[in-house]
DNA sequence: GATGAATGAGCCTTCATTCAT
DNA sequence: AATGAATGAAGGCTCATTCAT
């Protein structure tokens, strides 16, 4: 089994999929998208769909998800949360294929909702943990640490996915600060 | 051109594409799920991507979710803020089907995408220009208005699609007040 | 669901499969065997192997076999067992292709195969029937009838199958007289 | 070239073909059944079919059907008949996936349907052969010994094959002594 | 001798779509 | 309005076969 082919398989089945959908992608694109005979694929995975198994394995990202959402207890919120953000949209960025895909697949494949599922929960609860310990140093303020961490997670995908626009460092100043006018003012 | 027939058709189109996906949802399906023959789908739609378009067109919920997104500019935040979420969270509920389905074909279907991202984006500068109204009038205190609109939002249709749980009140105090503790600790 | 459609289909089945064996007939074959579209094939039935079914049921003749070998137990054998071995062959004649494709397929298909053994069975065990009550009217001598029913029969199958000839009579007066000789000769 | 590597496959070769039929059983199988790689069987063999034709040589029985079928022509028939007709059985026994096979091809493969004809038709006028000399020897009545060499070894091929039983011993008694009562009874 | 990646024709099957009734 | 037989273009997949190593 030669790794090479089988890798160039699998990344151009993840563009394939992102670019036209799971069902829409033929395996003969594939092939062609790989210069080889449509049999080909067939040497490398059983099917289609154990194709499809085979690209979240390669692509998936939980370790790094984890990794970027995870940051050392005892840094301030104040000094890491942009961080933290910023890092998931580059993320998002880096993978944003693979993100199209699986979540258009994952409307209707059962299978892969699973890991979707699973997937954005183990980042929000990853991040809820450091907030979660933000509230036990004192800098934040008790509260529901996991509806914070999706406040501060679940815009910057939805953003990725409709071509929204909007500054992370003011979703971070938002959160942190809320948007409570607290100055006096001679209006109210 | 029976209006009942349509609709029936319309319906059970929606309900087959959200659950199985566009492609994998076939007229033959369809017309079993309407006690029909298949050419009579033809009656009624010219093919299969203007049934999808009709779909959209029966069961798009921009007004709605203007409506919804909208109060009027005088009543405060922290008093309509709540009820705004959990009205747009109602409105996802309700249309669960509808959302599965365009989150779905979006990615891959330019036209739906434009419609998808219109949809979203028309809610947020919906929501966003009341936000704006309430700085205005000195309730709020001047910020990113687009994205605490986002951030009021999308946490909530992810949750809806990711199976997440948590409470709507949670977001709306998050946001009003922030998480930064205020109060003097011993620690600080 | 138009029958004759359905028949004319199922008839130019039987002679495919019979002809170039059950995997080497293709439905592109049969489709031109009909002058249809090869997509029809499956307006008629599920699948390939639902097709081959189909022909069994419609083609197979335990019912006219069973009549064929069994005359009315008060005619004599010496009368009768020409008639029933002509009968025999002439049904194979008639049926040459559907035993063709059981024999075939029988061989490797293990629901195909019970058909065609207890096809077999039944006749031998019905003609056998009769030679019984033979031997109880004391027309044939006490003997394994069974035996004496495939000695009648097999050779018949076998002669078809492989393109041997030989006089059906002579079987009937080898079973019933026995190929010793009772006179006397001057040689032993 | 190796000889042994060569019968493995033909062997393998001859397993397969009769348990799934020469169409449904691959190359691969075969290779994979004999540990080696699939390109391996055509360092041996021209192509599926040569392979095929390879294993009617290798496996082909007709010189052993010939001596056990051929007694010494002064033996009397009632003393040697049993021990052809089981002489017969066993070598079918033992070359049951070879008769399973043939049967099979020969349906639609002229070339095997010739071989096996000629298989048949060889083993009937060699025993023929020896009957005609018993008839010659006045132990047998002047009759048509090939259809009594079909009635002594055709029910044992199709009991074989359909599953039937039946004692050999039988059928011999029937053909030589007939099966019509030749004592007096109070009926007749 | 031996491997196994690679080919490509062809198979079964599906399905949007048409059309005579 | 409604039917459902019929079409035909793909699509996923298989497999005998080749060939560079």
Redesign the pocket.
């Known amino acids: 089994?030669?790794e090479g082919?089988r890798n160039q398989l699998i990344d151009a089945a993840l563009s394939l999929f992102a670019e036209k959908g799971y069902?829409n992608?033929?395996?003969?694109d594939l092939?062609e998208a790989c210069?080889?005979?449509?049999?080909?694929v067939?040497?490398y995975f059983?099917?289609?769909?154990d194709l499809l198994l085979a690209v979240f394995e390669k692509h998936g990202f939980v370790a790094e998800l984890e990794r970027v959402l995870l940051p050392s207890f005892d840094r301030p919120a104040s000094e890491v949360l942009l961080e933290v953000v910023q890092g998931y949209h580059d993320l998002l960025v880096e993978r944003e294929s693979f993100v199209r895909m699986i979540v258009r697949e994952a409307m209707t494949n059962p299978e892969l909702e699973a890991r979707w599922t699973a997937m954005c929960n183990t980042g929000v609860q990853t991040l809820a943990r450091y907030l979660t310990a933000r509230v036990a140093a004192g800098e934040l303020r008790p509260h529901d640490t996991e509806i914070s961490a999706r406040m501060l997670t679940h815009p910057v995908v939805v953003m990725r996915l409709t071509g929204g626009s909007g500054q992370l460092s003011s979703i971070v100043s938002c959160l942190l600060d809320g948007i409570t006018n607290r100055r006096k003012t001679g209006k109210d």
Not at 35 to 40: E, I, M, R, T, Y
Not at 46 to 49: A, H, I, L, P, R
């Open positions: 089994m030669q082919r069902e992608a033929t395996i003969k092939a210069g080889v005979a449509p049999g080909l067939y040497h059983d099917s289609k769909e």
